[in-house]
């Protein structure tokens, strides 16, 4: 267990048998799609909910359904109250907001690391507490040292603690024990959505957390994001898997028959469908 941060002590929870103002799941437009929760919020809108979320409201989490979620969700069904338990649920995937208009309905598309540049330029205050459950020590050093507005913790499990029950146990208590506005959970999924989930299971815990992968490794510049044209084309995936082929090409290419069974699945239940 490691942890990084700022001399500043950060804000202690609410009193012990005291749980902090609620936050309810489910509570913005959405619609099932491919067996997933999908709300129906603009970003605009999403960004204007993120500024309202304050240090001290009770725990709340974001995951970010792409394909190889859904995917997985349909493999592994008890994974299903993980995701249904989130406060928002962003569709991180153009493929699925494809398929989605095909049959009538109009998913926003929400790149998480869109949105995660959006928070630090719009929505984070200096002298916010920030805490990071991450891959390793250099990336928090990096975010401090890039952003040293804000007040940084962290803490890096070992590799496969999703198996672990005490380190599982550990990181959660890491997230519980240091309150934070945001919390950024970048340890792969579903590791990083189940720990979400633990979190949000105890009464004493607070703030918002985010499942959004390797987004930090975005906004500090460890990895470099697909250019422009290729991202308004969608294509941000394939700029990925160039880069990344030895560790991506298997999540990609055996997803893809899945999917399509998926769909053909929802299309035969549910038919084509318009709006939300």
């Not at 799609?33 to 204007?48: K, N, Q, S, T």
């Not at 309905?105 to 929505?123: C, Q, S, W």
């Not at 990925?240 to 999540?251: C, I, K, V, Y």
Request: positive net charge; aromatic residues 10%; contains cysteine.
């Amino acid at each position: 267990m490691s942890q990084s941060g700022t001399s500043s002590p950060p804000m202690g929870p609410p009193p012990m048998g005291q749980a902090a103002p609620s936050a309810s799941t489910g509570t913005f437009p959405a619609t099932r799609f491919l067996g997933a929760r999908f709300d129906l919020v603009p970003v605009e809108g999403v960004i204007a909910a993120l500024r309202a979320r304050r240090a001290g409201m009770a725990f709340a989490y974001v995951v970010t359904p792409n394909v190889d979620h859904v995917v997985r969700l349909a493999r592994q069904p008890e994974l299903a109250p993980v995701y249904d338990g989130a406060w928002m649920s962003w569709n991180d995937s153009h493929p699925i907001r494809r398929l989605g208009r095909f049959v009538g309905l109009a998913l926003p598309h929400l790149n998480g690391t869109d949105v995660v540049e959006r928070i630090f330029a719009e929505v984070l205050e200096p002298g916010d507490a920030i805490a990071v459950v991450g891959s390793d020590e250099a990336l928090i050093a990096d975010l401090k040292q890039q952003f040293p507005a804000y007040r940084w913790v962290g803490h890096v499990p070992p590799f496969g603690f999703g198996a672990d029950p005490q380190a599982f146990e550990a990181a959660s208590r890491f997230v519980i024990d240091h309150p934070a506005r945001f919390v950024f959970l970048g340890v792969g999924s579903p590791a990083q959505e189940r720990l979400a989930q633990r979190i949000a299971a105890d009464a004493a815990a607070t703030g918002t957390a985010f499942c959004t992968g390797a987004s930090l490794e975005f906004i500090t510049g460890r990895k470099t994001r697909a250019p422009q044209a290729m991202q308004a084309l969608g294509l941000e995936w394939l700029h990925r898997l160039a880069r990344e082929p030895g560790r991506l090409w298997r999540r990609y290419v055996l997803s893809a028959l899945p999917l399509i069974g998926l769909f053909a699945r929802d299309v035969a239940s549910n038919g084509f469908r318009r709006g939300g």
